[in-house]
């Protein structure tokens, strides 16, 4: 059976019930409790104060999924997750005021399944572009190469 790639994506951008533990146990239906994110192991809890977060940040929130390889026991999944920023966001360059503007974060999510659930991610995220979609970070547009670099001289 292919693993539910819609299902998770809609835990992090449809709306979750008030109740804290029902909110957790919808997530406990795809991922262990706790689960390893990026090494750090998190309670159904803190996914869900995650992705309230995330709801907060985004007005209605887009979801592209890119490519999706399911090996049985992993499964990477690329995607696009955009929306207008009218919440603070979390980043990894901290947090963002809101600012109205559309962002766009391009994200692989890498995936161990146990007993079909999720026990283990790694994740990495295109945060420099979203950032600069949010007008947090300036991005140079006409910087010099070096000689000797590819399109140098």
């Known amino acids: 059976m292919a693993f539910d790639v819609e299902g998770l994506l809609q835990l992090w951008t449809d709306p979750l019930p008030e109740d804290g533990a029902a909110a957790a146990e919808n997530f406990r239906r795809l991922y262990t409790d706790p689960v390893t994110v990026n090494g750090t192991p998190l309670t159904a809890a803190d996914l869900v104060t995650r992705a309230r977060v995330m709801q907060a940040a985004l007005e209605e929130p887009e979801r592209e999924v890119l490519a999706v390889s399911d090996a049985g026991g992993s499964v990477a999944v690329a995607f696009r997750l955009a929306g207008r920023q009218v ?15 559309r962002i766009d ?49």
């Open 87 to 101: 919440g603070p966001l979390d980043t990894p360059a901290g947090r963002v005021a809101p600012t109205g503007r």
């Open 105 to 153: 974060v391009r994200i692989i999510d890498i995936l161990t399944l146990s007993d079909g659930l999720i026990s283990g991610i790694w994740m990495v995220a295109d945060w420099l572009t979203a950032l600069a979609d949010a007008d947090a970070v300036h991005l140079a547009t006409d910087v010099p190469q070096a000689a000797g670099t590819v399109g140098g001289t």
